[in-house]
């Protein structure tokens, strides 16, 4: 758990048409068997922003980011789940959901029985931080700042978001927005290992 260091400018809003494309990035981040077992929470009301910031080691990129996203994930999947994916398949793809029963087979035994059975939540959260990286990498791309946040009280942010009791739980949030220009880390080497030491060539 740590804090982010980076200072948001709360005077810049992020324009319309670039939150809209950034907003596609999380749709269409890959999931294990294209299950989606996540959801993204963009909050944008400022006393429930306050409220989250207490809950976030007071840290100001909640209040200042011009948009703000809580990263929720799934606490179990059940057949449910599975069904409603062949159901938008099927939407999507003009393919009847009867004929994917083989398909949907394969998604009941590896939730049942696969390796991702013994940790459910632990399997969503993976694919939730998978979409989370390609939302990160979409708003570098547009030009805009991120700061994800894993310093926050979990507990607190579902008793603010009304999630207790619900099917999805708190894993992270990222503040969305541009970089203050006298933030001092903006301009600092950014401290990474050695290529050699991150990529393994065998």
Not at 53 to 70: E, G, H, I, L
Not at 103 to 128: E, H, I, M, T
Not at 182 to 193: E, N, Q, S
Request: glycine fraction near 6%; proline fraction near 4%; hydrophobic fraction near 40%.
């Amino acid at each position: 758990m740590a804090l982010c260091h980076k200072r948001i400018d709360p005077t810049r809003t992020i324009p319309d048409a670039d939150w809209q494309a950034l907003a596609q990035s999380p749709v269409l981040a890959p999931s294990s068997f294209g299950l989606q077992p996540r959801k993204f929470v963009v909050v944008d009301d400022p006393n429930l922003r306050a409220e989250l910031r207490q809950q976030s080691w007071n840290q100001s990129q909640v209040t200042d980011a011009s948009k703000y996203v809580v990263c929720t994930a799934l606490r179990t999947t059940t057949a449910h789940d599975v069904d409603r994916h062949l159901q938008r398949a099927s939407a999507v793809r003009g393919t009847p959901v009867a004929a994917m029963a083989g398909y949907g087979k394969v998604f009941d035994d590896f939730l049942v029985k696969g390796w991702a059975a013994k940790d459910l939540f632990g399997w969503s959260a993976r694919q939730a931080y998978l979409a989370l990286g390609q939302f990160m990498t979409g708003a570098a791309l547009l030009g805009i700042d991120t700061c994800p946040l894993e310093g926050i009280d979990a507990n607190g942010y579902e008793r603010a978001l009304s999630l207790h009791g619900s099917r999805y739980a708190t894993l992270c949030a990222c503040a969305v927005g541009y970089r203050a220009a006298d933030d001092r880390y903006g301009r600092a080497p950014k401290v990474r290992f050695a290529l050699d030491e991150v990529i393994e060539r065998r």
